[in-house]
Each structure stands twice: as structure tokens, then as C-alpha cells.
């Protein structure tokens, strides 16, 4: 397994982590992700040196935080535990659903720890920010966390960098989580850069671009209707499932397996090994449920990218005319 600096927390993870999120809207018809082969698929990683582990409150509506606490177990020591707060309220005007006040962080956590069968968190994020509440109060409400013990490290996720400034004015942010993948190369013009320099660990959560660069899908794949990916979201997927840009996207992706064939990789280990390619990424979770799927991605690791073939991954999306650093908002 490959490890890396966790920014300066002083934790160090392994370069690919193991997500927890899954694509089915809870409560929108259908049965989630979080069954036995999850399960197993947590406890193989483990057993090939996966040690991060990232999911939130809201995935799956409390449901895999309470999978990750079945399946961990006495396992738990072994790795570094990561779950967000934040988000999934309701009642709030003009929040969105989010809500980063003292109180609701601090019940949060318990109920957490809960869900999850452990009593400290490696590091507790803000899964995304409520603008209706002074980051002062959020950053202390962490802080508070962290004195209680509760946490050992925590931050930020999709975040520009004048919110992560902002925060920094009341308490040092230790940890940001943003998407960053082939497709969306916007959180590297700015955040990762200025996360590197200032000392913060960063997670690249989507680095397969939602599944498109998984190179499984075709025109004929069908979403469920509670399927995040039914609908594009430019602002969480930069474009890529945008009915216009679809079916060039997936032509394109075949120009990108060419290159991992040459090779000798798979196309989710050309798109994990891109992002781990970049040396702010402290860790890249990934979404797979099933054993075969971490086995497969422990391909990313013992080679590298040259940098011809970062020139010829470049010039496959000039080819395209595919803009990977879109003038968008964040979520």
C-alpha cells in the first residue's frame, strides 16, 4: 500500500480510502448499498491496507455509518474513521438544509459515534457550508469537538478558498474534501494548491467522475429515478452527465482506456492513478461495494503516470474540446 501525509495532523492514511456514499436518494424507492457485501468489501480493504475509511451522516440516511459500525468491529484501532455533519436538515429558511450551528454539530457527533460503535472520530467534517451561520461559530463548534475528544482532526468540505480562510481566522482547518477527477479539474486551479501550502490534508472524493470514468458506461445504461447521476449537476459533476456532453464523454473515455491499455491497466486505475498522480492528494476514497471492485483498484498502485502520458491524457480532452476546469459554483 502506498501512504501518505495526512496534511499536518500528523495522521498518516493510505493513498486510496474506501467511500461510503451511494447513488440511491434515500427514501426514493429501492434498497441502498450498505448490505453484506459492503461488509465484506470494508473488511478485504482492510485486509490489502486500506486505511481510510469516509462516510457521513447522510448516506443513506444514517444507514452507512450503522453498516461501517457492524462491519469494523474490534477492526476499528486499525484505521482512520471519517464522517460529516452538516447537511439533511430541514426548516431552516434559506439554508438549504444545512445547518452548522453549535448545537446541531455537537448532537450530531453523538449521534454519530453512535451509528458508528466507536467513541472518537479521526476527523469530523462539515459536508457542506451553511452560509446562514458565522463560520466562527462552526469552527469553534469543531474545536469544542476536538477538546472533548470526540475528534482528533477536523474541516471542510466543498469549500472554496476564501470560505477556507475565512475559517482559519477562528481555528485552524485540518482537513478539505472536494470532487477532483479527469472531467472536473477545478478544485486543483485553486483549493488543493492553497490546501498544500498552508498545511491541510486533502481528500479527492469522486476520482472515478461518478462512475463515467469507470469506463462501464454506455448510452444504454439506465439510472434508477432515485439515482443521483439521472440528472446532471454541474456544479457537483462539473458537466459530465449533461445529456449534450454525454455521449462524447463516453466516446471519450474509450480514447482514455487505449492509454491504460497500453499499459496494462484497467480504466479505473488510470483514473484513480491520474488523481493520485497529483501531489497535493493526501487520499482519494473510492466508491466500491463489492470485494472485486477493491481488489481491482489496488492495480493503481507501484507504477506511475509519465509525464508523456499526462500530455496524451491532455490532448485526448483538448481533442474534445472538454473544458476541465468549468467557470461553475459549488454546490
Avoid at 500528523?10 to 474506501?18: K, N
Avoid at 474545536?143 to 472533548?148: A, R
Wanted: glycine share 10%.
Amino acid at each position: 500500500m502506498e501512504f501518505r501525509r495526512f496534511g499536518n495532523t500528523g495522521i498518516t492514511v493510505s493513498a486510496i480510502g474506501l467511500g461510503g456514499m451511494d447513488y440511491r436518494v434515500p427514501n426514493a424507492g429501492g434498497t441502498n448499498g450498505y448490505g453484506q457485501d459492503m461488509v465484506e468489501a470494508i473488511n478485504r480493504a482492510i485486509d490489502l491496507g486500506i486505511t481510510c475509511f469516509d462516510t457521513a451522516a447522510t448516506y443513506g440516511g444514517g444507514d452507512s455509518e450503522r453498516m461501517y459500525g457492524r462491519a469494523l468491529g474490534a477492526r476499528r484501532k486499525d484505521i482512520v474513521l471519517i464522517t460529516k455533519c452538516g447537511i439533511g436538515y430541514q426548516g431552516r429558511p434559506g439554508a438549504q438544509g444545512r445547518d452548522s450551528r453549535r448545537d446541531p454539530i455537537l448532537a450530531s457527533i453523538d449521534e454519530s459515534l453512535q451509528r458508528l460503535r466507536t467513541d472518537y472520530l479521526d476527523v469530523y467534517l462539515i459536508h457542506l457550508p451553511d452560509l446562514t451561520t458565522p463560520f466562527a461559530e462552526t469552527m469553534e463548534a469543531l474545536d469544542t469537538v476536538v477538546q472533548q475528544g470526540k475528534a482528533r482532526a477536523v474541516g471542510l468540505c466543498n469549500v472554496n478558498v476564501e470560505q477556507i480562510k475565512e475559517c482559519q481566522k477562528t481555528r485552524q482547518v485540518d482537513v478539505v474534501q472536494c470532487g477532483f477527477n479527469m472531467f472536473d479539474r477545478r478544485m486543483g486551479r485553486e483549493v488543493f494548491p492553497y490546501c498544500e501550502e498552508q498545511g491541510i490534508g486533502v481528500m479527492a472524493f469522486a476520482p472515478m467522475g461518478f462512475g463515467i470514468l469507470t469506463g462501464t458506461f454506455t448510452m444504454d445504461t439506465k439510472y434508477r429515478d432515485n439515482d443521483t447521476r439521472a440528472v446532471s449537476r454541474p456544479e457537483w459533476d462539473g458537466g459530465i452527465y449533461a445529456d449534450e456532453a454525454y455521449e462524447r464523454n463516453l466516446r471519450l473515455v474509450e480514447d482514455l482506456r487505449a492509454i491504460a491499455a497500453k499499459r496494462g491497466k484497467t480504466m479505473p486505475q488510470l483514473a484513480l492513478r491520474w488523481v493520485l498522480s497529483n501531489a497535493f492528494v493526501s487520499v482519494a476514497p473510492i466508491g466500491t461495494h463489492t470485494v472485486a471492485e477493491v481488489e481491482e483498484n489496488l492495480g493503481v498502485l507501484e507504477w506511475a503516470l509519465s509525464g508523456e502520458d499526462l500530455r496524451e491524457i491532455d490532448e485526448v480532452f483538448a481533442s474534445y474540446g472538454v473544458d476541465t476546469q468549468p467557470d461553475l459554483p459549488m454546490p
